[in-house]
């Protein structure tokens, strides 16, 4: 549904390690992993939410 552009995830890179960001889909939605240091972020209606207050372990992504 709301996925991301290949591209554009490759220009984002993570916030805190600039690490290369992978699309999973989770059971509470899409969220954005880095694999570096294992952190993600969700992603709301499209927009990825890579705020410090966002972050959270990875499969973490809560509802809303
Ligand atoms: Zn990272």
Redesign the pocket.
Known sequence: MSRLDATLLAVLG??????P?AQREVASGTELC??????AWPVEEGVPQLLPESRRPRGMVAPG
């Open positions: 993570c916030p805190d390690c600039h690490g960001l880095c694999e570096p240091c294992l952190a």
